[in-house]
């Protein structure tokens, strides 16, 4: 009599939710929002442990391909290696959890000007005698979105300068700053 009395309540409140369910205003039949595509994406360098190399990278679609603007601090004066590693993942203390270069086509290492290079390869870096460093490039190959885009990858800056041609690396040496690629604010 109990269980019944229970099975009765359990059966009432299913009706009623059924009820409710069947009641609440359906949904608007206008056409689902076409995603906006992203134009602009930025990471900021954190120095890698024992170094103190920092800045912004701004990633902005243009006409011509992708424009590269960095702006860092704390190099040691000269060239340093500069691309765009596989993976954004910054938690190694010295780097290596990047990756190697964004290479989603199978290409060699080579120059940012090079046809067939790492779709992440950036090339140098200088910096001056106060040890900051800016770039301004835009880039023929580079896209943002995934899977051929640097979004969610990492920036890199080496200790070294890129030979732009020994393989895979460029032979750049540690990693001096690292990091992530994301979509920025104000698109
Ligand atoms: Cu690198
Ligand atoms: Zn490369």
């Known amino acids: 009599m109990k269980l019944a009395a229970a099975t009765m309540v359990a059966t009432l409140a299913l009706a009623?939710?059924?009820?409710?369910?069947?009641?609440?205003?359906?949904?608007?039949?206008?056409?689902?929002a076409t995603p906006k595509k992203v134009t602009h994406a930025v990471a900021v360098l954190?120095?890698?442990?024992?170094?103190?190399?920092?800045?912004?990278?701004?990633?902005?679609?243009?006409?011509?391909?992708?424009?590269?603007?960095?702006?860092?601090k704390g190099l040691a004066p000269g060239n340093h290696g500069f691309h765009v590693h596989e993976?954004?993942?910054?938690?190694?203390?010295?780097?290596?959890?990047?990756?190697?270069?964004?290479?989603?086509?199978?290409?060699?290492?080579?120059?940012?000007t090079d046809a067939h290079r790492h779709a992440g390869d950036l090339g140098n870096i200088e910096a001056k005698s106060d040890g900051t460093a800016t770039l301004d490039w835009t880039d023929p190959q580079m896209k943002l979105d995934y899977p051929e885009g640097v979004i969610g990858r990492g920036v890199i800056?080496?200790?070294n300068p890129d030979d732009l041609k020994t393989q895979p690396t460029g032979n750049a040496g540690g990693r001096v700053a690292c990091g992530v690629v994301g979509v920025a604010k104000g698109e």
């Open 46 to 72: 954190h120095p890698t442990q024992g170094n103190s190399v920092e800045g912004t990278v701004h990633f902005m679609a243009v006409s011509g391909g992708v424009n590269v603007k960095a702006s860092l």
């Open 87 to 112: 993976f954004g993942d910054c938690t190694a203390p010295d780097g290596t959890s990047a990756g190697g270069h964004f290479n989603p086509r199978g290409e060699p290492h080579g120059a940012p």
């Open 16 to 32: 009623l939710g059924a009820g409710a369910l069947a009641q609440s205003p359906s949904p608007s039949p206008k056409a689902p």
């Open 157 to 159: 800056v080496h200790a």
